[in-house]
């Protein structure tokens, strides 16, 4: 049997390959990394590739039928995602996106500047925590309707449920997002916070540090076994501002910092010698940081080391 072909065979399908961005930004948001959104993309397009070319030229709406198909994918994958976080050495995060990724996979549809910063933040760390929350379909649903701007019709193609059922998940899903991002403060207030924490990490004051700090403060990191991180979640504002006042004393004058602007606002990347190895988001509620997730597993900071795209 002839091999699948793995790349553009006329123009139709070259203007298929262009939708990959927004179908890797799509798998992105159902599954956490980008690894396994490429993966879940790869296999959308082996089945595109796989139909006989009549099939293919009969579909319409290819973009649709790829989207369709990738979502699939995903919640297949959403399936056995949880068990394969239990065994993760550590707490899992998702991965943290550089702004030009962020950029990259964003969605192009909207035009009203309050749907423009929902579409923005759909790919922040700090959203994909609370979609972890989120049961599969729930997640599909959410990211298909309020993301993508899909049909509950469609929706129902996917999940195998019906549409008034999606439109219920959807609803739930939207319900829980609100919840748990209730209180989070401007992008603005955002960063003069995130300033002022490393200002006062650096001043090597820990009371100054703790005073930023969040009575229900949460500290994660996710080394993934490659790299040292905590195994557990660090609570409360007086063991959060040890641990980040130790990383920095022990990292020592070869530390490298500096801020980049990412969906989740101002984001902290570490490394020496020019390599990230450590980012650190944060969410802020009010004026002191409520969140922080710290990223050192090197499988998902690739991207922040990688040459940028021409």
Request: one cysteine or more; hydrophobic letters at 45%.
């Amino acid at each position: 049997m002839p091999e699948a072909p793995t790349a553009p065979t006329d123009a139709r399908d070259a203007e298929v390959e262009a939708e990959r961005p927004a179908l890797v930004g799509l798998a992105y948001r159902m599954l956490g990394t980008v690894a396994d959104a490429e993966d879940a993309v790869q296999e959308g397009f082996a089945r595109w590739y796989r139909m006989p070319l009549e099939e293919r030229d009969a579909i319409e709406r290819p973009g649709a039928w790829l989207m369709r198909v990738v979502s699939r994918v995903c919640l297949d994958q959403l399936g056995s995602a949880r068990h394969r976080h239990e065994r993760y050495v550590g707490e899992w995060l998702p991965e943290p996106l550089p702004t030009a990724d962020a950029a990259r996979f964003a969605v192009r549809s909207a035009d009203d500047p309050l749907d423009r910063a929902m579409l923005d933040e759909s790919v922040s760390t700090a959203l994909l925590v609370v979609l972890e929350s989120l049961t599969p379909a729930e997640r599909v649903a959410f990211v298909l309707h309020d993301v993508f701007a899909m049909s509950f019709a469609e929706i129902a193609e996917v999940v195998g449920r019906t549409p008034a059922a999606c439109r219920q998940l959807a609803a739930s899903a939207r319900r829980h997002v609100r919840e748990r991002r209730e209180g989070v403060v401007s992008r603005e207030r955002h960063d003069e916070v995130v300033r002022a924490f490393v200002a006062a990490a650096g001043s090597g004051r820990l009371d100054s540090l703790i005073s930023l700090l969040d009575p229900d403060v949460v500290l994660v990191s996710d080394g993934g076994g490659f790299a040292t991180a905590a195994r557990r979640r660090v609570l409360g504002p007086d063991h959060v501002a040890r641990f980040v006042a130790g990383i920095l004393t022990q990292r020592g004058p070869a530390l490298e910092w500096s801020l980049h602007e990412t969906a989740d606002g101002l984001t902290l990347a570490f490394g020496e010698e020019g390599v990230v190895d450590t980012v650190a988001v944060v969410e802020v509620r009010g004026d002191r940081v409520s969140q922080t997730w710290i990223m050192r597993n090197p499988e998902k900071l690739r991207r922040w080391n990688a040459p940028p795209v021409s």
